[in-house]
């Protein structure tokens, strides 16, 4: 395991924070145009998963890890379909651990 870069654990709201650098996420897909991905964060809120063809079925939980690059976007790099069902709220509480009280634990 590579622990030199590591991707941070961020849901939208929390995307912002990290522009330039290495996140990760987990998105429902709820379109798919070309290499662009529109998702539904664990948040509930809209991301724009860029540079990826998935073969992700619409519906389905994939985890993305990227570079931030925008307030809405991620650059992706790794793509892993996680299925049609995940719980988003254990994995928004997460996020919010990860980036909180117990962010030292998570970078």
Request: aromatic share 8%; glycine share 10%.
């Amino acid at each position: 395991m590579d622990t030199s870069s590591p991707a941070v654990f961020v849901n939208a709201e929390l995307l912002p924070l990290y522009v330039g650098r290495k996140v990760r996420a987990v998105v429902q897909v709820i379109g798919l145009d070309g290499g662009v991905v529109t998702g539904k964060s664990v948040d509930e809120q809209q991301l724009i998963i860029k540079g990826c063809s998935p073969s992700v079925p619409v519906m389905n939980y994939m985890e993305v890890i990227g570079i931030a690059d925008g307030n809405q976007s991620i650059r992706a790099e790794i793509l892993t379909d996680f299925g049609n069902t995940f719980d988003t709220h254990s994995y928004n509480q997460l996020c919010l651990l990860a980036n909180g009280e117990f962010k030292g634990l998570f970078l």
